[in-house]
C-alpha cells in the first residue's frame, strides 16, 4: 500500500513540474511548488505580472468518469483559500491574487491542458 502512496506521489510531482513549466510558457513565474501549510498544500504558487497565482493542478489520464476540473469541489476550494491565506500572512505579501485550476489529461507526451484563470473567488 505504501508504495502505491509513493508511485502516485511521483507521478503527482512528475506532472506538477509539466504544469509549472507549461504555464511558464504561458508567461507565468514560479514562485514556489508543493508549498504544504497547516491543512492544506499549494501545487504551484506563480506570479502573473502583479498577481499572486495559486494553481491547482489536476491530472487524469482520461476523462471517462469524469473532467479533473470537476475535482475541484467547494470544499477543496476552502482549503485552498486557507492555504493561501496562511502562505499570504506568513510571505507578508499585498498583491492581488487570484485562483487557477490547470487540468491536464492524457498520458505524457499527448497532454491535453486546459487552463481557468480565476476559477474561484476567495469568499
Request: with cysteine.
Amino acid at each position: 500500500m505504501a508504495n502505491n502512496a509513493q508511485t502516485a506521489r511521483a507521478r503527482g510531482a512528475a506532472i506538477e513540474q509539466i504544469a509549472a513549466q507549461w504555464l511558464r510558457q504561458q508567461g507565468l513565474t514560479l514562485i514556489t511548488q508543493n508549498h504544504s501549510v497547516k491543512g492544506g498544500e499549494l501545487d504551484l504558487v506563480m506570479r502573473d505580472g502583479d498577481i499572486l497565482v495559486f494553481v491547482e493542478v489536476k491530472h487524469r489520464t482520461s476523462t471517462r468518469y469524469g473532467h479533473p476540473l470537476e475535482t475541484v469541489t467547494y470544499q477543496k476550494q476552502q482549503r485552498l483559500v486557507r492555504a493561501a491565506r496562511l502562505y499570504i500572512a506568513r510571505d507578508g505579501s499585498s498583491s492581488p491574487c487570484r485562483f487557477d485550476i490547470l487540468a491536464i489529461t492524457g498520458k505524457s507526451p499527448t497532454l491535453e491542458f486546459h487552463w481557468v484563470k480565476a476559477a474561484f473567488d476567495a469568499f
